[in-house]
């Protein structure tokens, strides 16, 4: 079993930054992608991030492109998200999840496991 648990999610105004971590359990971290997903109120799961298991490959919705960088550290079993220039419009639960493969990958029946989110909220 896979345990993932998000921090760093908080309140920021909107042009700020925070930076998101995952930390996950197991000795397999390093074999797979990872990958960064958001749900708002009313709204369904949406795409934010994904990091292939070498750091090799990321792949960014349009919407955080330019803004938003994953990165992982395989040593410490965690992965992360910096976030910058934030937007109301990013305000969201922001979840983590590991992939079922070891590339990037943008689509969400293929993650297996899941963190339970870390709220971010940003105000205008």
């Known amino acids: 079993q896979v345990h993932l648990v998000e921090s760093g999610g908080g309140l920021v105004q909107a042009g700020g930054s925070l930076r998101l971590s995952c930390a996950a359990s197991?000795?397999?971290?390093?074999?797979?992608?990872m990958g960064w997903f958001r749900q708002a109120p009313g709204k369904e799961r949406e795409f934010v991030a994904a990091?292939?298991?070498?750091?090799?490959?990321?792949y960014y919705a349009d919407s955080v492109k330019g803004r938003f960088t994953i990165s992982r550290d395989n040593a410490k079993n965690t992965v992360y998200l910096q976030m910058n220039s934030l937007k109301p419009e990013d305000t969201a639960v922001y979840i983590c999840?590991?992939?079922?493969?070891?590339?990037?990958?943008?689509?969400?029946?293929?993650?297996?496991?899941w963190g339970q989110g870390t709220q971010v909220t940003v105000s205008s």
């Open positions: 990091i292939s298991w070498n750091s090799d490959t990321t």
């Open positions: 999840a590991r992939s079922q493969i070891m590339w990037a990958d943008t689509t969400t029946r293929r993650y297996e496991y």
């Open positions: 197991g000795r397999t971290f390093g074999d797979y992608g």
